[in-house]
């Protein structure tokens, strides 16, 4: 062969492997789209599928997604599942009863939303949470779905201007009595308490093993890794997207995950949310199956409201829970609301809103005929 026939060759060759590269990164690093199925095997309406689907989309912990429901032509019954438990961040389930509350608050709005009457029934002691609903279902308002799609979790700097006084009305007007929330601004002493003190416990908990490797395991490490699964927190939940995310996924492996410079740069983001937060609130109620159904209906209530406002929203839960009665002095709440069960951080973007990353199961996962 001659010579320039095996130097076109050679760079035929390397303009694939470059070509390939780029093309691979570019698929590896835009956002992930999961397709989504509402079938199931047995006869649900298509409203009630739909509904459930929506409901799905709520905030959780870790994004396990740790509820199960049993459906019949009237009411659904909404469990938690015990396979889906976080042993090590949640080892009384208080996080996983207060993400099925949310769960519930979506799935009530997305059934009356297509026209369905709906009733819930909540023992204080015991779950499952009974919805009921009847009626003649419609097509939903688009309208009302978007705010369920476009919800999520800010991971990125919140550098937009303080909030005021009349977010905080517009946040927590449709806030039941049954949840006392209590709103720290910027420069007040609450707001400097939530702020260090959100640092000082994520810190705490980022050095402790035990919860870094069930972190590590709720991980997604690639695009595949997440379409098999559908769940857990991928690159998108992390706030990592785009080119970083390519690197990311390059990088990282589940040991690696566990080490401490994962933990240092989980820190550093963790402080520079913190230090960003336009205002925090705090969300108390008593630690009753009950309260903390009405917890988690309370936080998707105030969320949907920020998202309509344009609103981000950061859960930051490590003060909660490791130092839920110092918080609860500290913060001058009165025994009578209950403990502290949520703390967000509340802040603009300077920018777009964003969306949902839309990671969830199929319905037929957590839905049964009962
Ligand atoms: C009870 C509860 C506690 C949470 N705690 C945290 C937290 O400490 N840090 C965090 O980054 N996100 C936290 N989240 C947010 C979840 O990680 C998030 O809802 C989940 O990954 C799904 O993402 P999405 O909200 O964008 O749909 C919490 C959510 C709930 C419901």
Not at 48 to 58: H, N, P
Not at 175 to 192: D, I, N, T
Not at 236 to 260: C, F, H, N, P, W
Not at 275 to 300: F, K, N, Q, Y
Request: charged content about 20%; hydrophobic content about 40%.
């Amino acid at each position: 062969m001659s010579h320039s026939k095996t130097k076109r060759l050679v760079l035929a060759a390397l303009a694939v492997v470059v070509v390939g590269g780029l093309t691979g990164g570019y698929l590896t690093g835009r956002p992930i789209q999961l397709e989504q199925d509402t079938s199931l095997l047995f006869d649900l309406p298509a409203e009630v599928r739909a509904s459930l689907y929506y409901a799905s989309l709520a905030p959780n912990s870790h994004n396990t997604q740790a509820w199960r429901v049993q459906a019949d032509s009237e009411r659904l019954l909404l469990d938690l599942d015990p396979d889906r438990r976080l042993a090590v961040a949640d080892p009384a389930g208080r996080e996983a009863i207060i993400s099925l509350g949310a769960f519930t608050e979506n799935l009530v709005r997305a059934l009356e939303a297509h026209g369905y009457q709906v009733t819930v029934e909540l023992d204080q002691d015991v779950l499952p949470v009974t919805v009921r609903y009847s009626g003649t279902p419609h097509d939903a308002d688009a309208a009302t779905n978007a705010w369920f799609t476009r919800r999520h979790t800010e991971k990125r700097p919140m550098d937009g201007p303080p909030l005021t006084a009349a977010d905080q009305a517009d946040l927590t007007a449709g806030l039941s009595g049954a949840v006392e929330s209590v709103w720290l601004p910027a420069g007040g002493a609450g707001f400097r308490y939530a702020t260090e003190g959100a640092k000082r416990a994520f810190r705490a908990q980022a050095d402790d093993p035990a919860g870094r490797a069930e972190f590590a395991d709720w991980l997604r490490l690639s695009n595949a890794e997440t379409r098999q699964r559908r769940d857990g927190l991928p690159a998108e939940q992390l706030g990592i997207t785009g080119l970083t995310k390519v690197m990311y996924y390059l990088t990282t492996s589940r040991a690696s995950a566990t080490g401490d410079s994962f933990a240092d740069q989980s820190i550093s983001q963790a402080e520079a949310q913190a230090d960003g937060c336009g205002a925090w609130v705090l969300l108390a109620a008593p630690a009753t199956p009950s309260g903390l159904i009405e917890t988690g209906r309370a936080l998707e209530s105030l969320w949907l409201a920020a998202t309509a406002a344009e609103i981000a929203v950061h859960p930051m839960s490590a003060l909660i829970e490791l130092e839920p009665n110092e918080t609860a002095q500290a913060l001058g709440l009165d025994q009578a609301a209950g403990q502290p069960q949520m703390l967000l951080c509340l802040g603009r973007i300077d920018g777009d809103y964003g969306q949902n990353a839309m990671i969830r199961r199929d319905i037929a996962d957590f839905v049964s005929a009962g």
